[in-house]
T-cell receptor, first 113, second 114 residues
């Protein structure tokens, strides 16, 4: 069952611009995570934000979480061509299995040089 | 450098064959997972294991089985491969409960069933 849904499905920007991707989910969560996937490869964990946190930073990444709206956003500042990838949100639903994440379908980000 | 290693990057098998996809992690993680990824459908969980010899069905277990005889190895088995099992298969591992530390993924196996 799909928990998180990313928006937009695809995003194309110029190098140096900021990229914002959104994720909405349906049920209460313990935490929400963002992953990156380069074409044809495995996913790489970027950042985790817990349900009692509102904002988190890691380098050029900024993640916000609004549990009242059941939504999260990932901001990549000063984008680079190397940021071109698919980005997925994943949720760990509270009350559900303590071990598994449910992933959205992803946002394909293209950063043009 | 910690790793999740999937035995093959590309695999071509015939319909009806029994197929084994192997995944090994060197991080002493308790939890291991098999997902398949298809265009427009995202990642879907097939099976996961939170301990040796333990397994639980994910969202789409039909046509698959798994084996976890050792902590570091989690095998996905396609009992009788079919063309609708052509997909990218991703193995992942994690430690602890509540997924506090995120997953580490392998590079994926692109399986084509002809």
């Amino acid at each position: 069952s799909q928990q998180g849904e990313e928006d937009p499905q695809a995003l194309s920007i110029q190098e140096g611009e900021n990229a914002t991707m959104n994720c909405s989910y349906k049920t209460s969560i313990n935490n929400l995570q963002w992953y990156r996937q380069n074409s044809g490869r495995g996913l790489v964990h970027l950042i985790l934000i817990r349900s009692n946190e509102r904002e988190k930073h890691s380098g050029r990444l900024r993640v916000t979480l609004d549990t009242s709206k059941k939504s999260s956003s990932l901001l990549i500042t000063a984008s680079r061509a190397a940021d071109t990838a698919s980005y997925f949100c994943a949720t760990d639903a509270s009350g559900g299995s303590n071990y598994k994440l449910t992933f959205g379908k992803g946002t394909l980000l293209t950063v043009n040089p | 450098d910690v790793k999740v290693t999937q035995s093959s990057r590309y695999l071509v098998k015939r319909t009806g064959e029994k197929v084994f996809l192997e995944c090994v992690q060197d991080m002493d993680h308790e939890n291991m997972f098999w997902y398949r990824q298809d265009p427009g459908l995202g990642l879907r969980l097939i099976y996961f294991s939170y301990d040796v010899k333990m397994k639980e069905k994910g969202d789409i277990p039909e046509g698959y089985s798994v084996s976890r005889e050792k902590k570091e190895r989690f095998s996905l088995i396609l009992e009788s491969a079919s063309t609708n099992q052509t997909s990218m298969y991703l193995c992942a591992s994690s430690t602890g409960r509540l997924s506090n530390y995120g997953y580490t993924f392998g590079s994926g196996t692109r399986l084509t069933v002809v």
